[in-house]
């Protein structure tokens, strides 16, 4: 099982609440990335980084922000929680290669957000 | 556009029985394919890769192939468990940029009665 973390696994929020997603890996992956998955639809990317200081935004838009200020840590942040938030966030990581199977990615075991 | 098509949407066999997951896709370049298991609020786990050159790899009860011609995958379950009720994920990764950019498909519900 891969060695990647995320808390909190369910969280219950208000509108307008601030968030942020704890996700950490102690695997020494320089990628990492932030998911967004709906029931029974595919994982979007909201945002990814290849390392420390480095972050960019995925191909789904997404009002989070993130931030990489160590290698094993990086946690997403929603300023102004709202009922559209309201989904899976999956956090996962990877070597960080040119090769397809080194850059296998690994995921933690997401955070159920409900936004009420 | 690129795109990840998994069939069939759900599926339920009895303890035992084997099954077959489809998957097609458009996308490309073309570097990999991965399938995945995504059991209920867990994140989702490699089972198998393959590039071009493959056509098929094994994990225990689970062998999948891949027809690269004609932009096909499969993943075979042998002898199903109840554990292996989860969704099962095909990801194809491209070759056109330094991140390798992944196409999920939706998945394929699977569901193990005894």
């Known amino acids: 099982e891969a060695d990647i973390y995320q808390t909190p696994r369910y969280l219950v929020i208000g509108t307008g609440k601030k968030i942020t997603l704890e996700c950490s890996q102690t695997?020494?992956?320089?990628?990492m990335y932030w998911y967004q998955q709906d029931p029974g639809m595919e994982l979007h990317l909201i945002h990814y980084?290849?390392?420390?200081?480095?972050?960019e935004k995925g191909d789904l838009s997404s009002e989070s922000t993130v931030s990489r200020i160590r290698t094993e840590h990086f946690p997403l942040t929603l300023e102004s929680a709202r009922p559209s938030h309201t989904s899976q966030y999956l956090c996962a990581s990877s070597e960080g290669g040119t090769s397809g199977t080194t850059d296998t990615q690994y995921f933690g075991p997401g955070t159920r957000l409900t936004v009420l | 556009k690129n795109q990840v098509e998994q069939s069939p949407q759900s599926l339920i066999i009895l303890e035992g029985k084997n099954c077959t997951l489809q998957c097609n896709y458009t996308v490309s370049p073309f570097s990999n394919l991965r399938w995945y298991k995504q059991d209920t609020g867990r994140g989702p786990v490699s089972l198998t890769i393959m590039t071009f050159s493959e056509n098929t790899k094994s994990n225990g009860r689970y062998t999948a192939t891949l027809d690269a011609d004609t932009k096909q995958s499969s993943l075979h379950i042998t002898a199903s468990q109840l554990s292996d009720s989860a969704s099962y994920i095909c990801v194809v990764s491209d070759r056109g940029s330094t991140l390798g950019r992944l196409y999920f498909g939706r998945g394929t519900q699977l569901t193990v009665w005894p």
């Open positions: 695997m020494g992956h320089d990628k």
């Open positions: 980084s290849y390392g420390v200081n480095s972050t």
